[in-house]
């Protein structure tokens, strides 16, 4: 088995920063995909930014230009930077890996998740 678990949330102004991290740990093989989603109340789980194996990105429309995720394969780690963050980037965050661990086939596995809340 594996678990994430996650780090950085926290209380923020509009306009200011904050960076998450995700640790995977366990019987790790390979990790494939790995991700961040956000849940806000009242909304539907949405994907933020993925990352694949080789290191490429792509980014919901809304975070664009200002979220950035990277990973850091020694590590067994992905990062979330959050810049110039809105009261609309609220939510509970989560990260999300697929993993083909030394014992079983590959699974997605899910962070504890992270509350981010952006206010004045």
């Known amino acids: 088995q594996a678990q994430l678990v996650e780090s950085g949330g926290g209380l923020v102004q509009p306009g200011g920063s904050l960076r998450l991290s995700c640790a995977a740990s366990?019987?790790?093989?390979?990790?494939?995909?790995m991700g961040w989603y956000r849940q806000a109340p009242g909304k539907q789980r949405e994907l933020v930014a993925g990352?694949?194996?080789?290191?490429?990105?792509n980014y919901a429309d809304s975070v664009k230009g200002r979220f950035t995720i990277s990973r850091d394969n020694a590590k067994n780690t992905v990062y979330l930077q959050m810049n110039s963050l809105k009261p609309e980037d609220t939510a509970v965050y989560y990260c999300?890996?697929?993993?083909?661990?030394?014992?079983?086939?590959?699974?997605?596995?899910w962070g504890q998740g992270t509350q981010v809340t952006v206010s004045s």
């Open positions: 366990g019987s790790i093989f390979i990790i494939n995909a």
């Open positions: 990352i694949t194996s080789g290191g490429s990105t």
């Open positions: 999300n890996a697929e993993i083909l661990t030394h014992y079983a086939g590959l699974s997605d596995y």
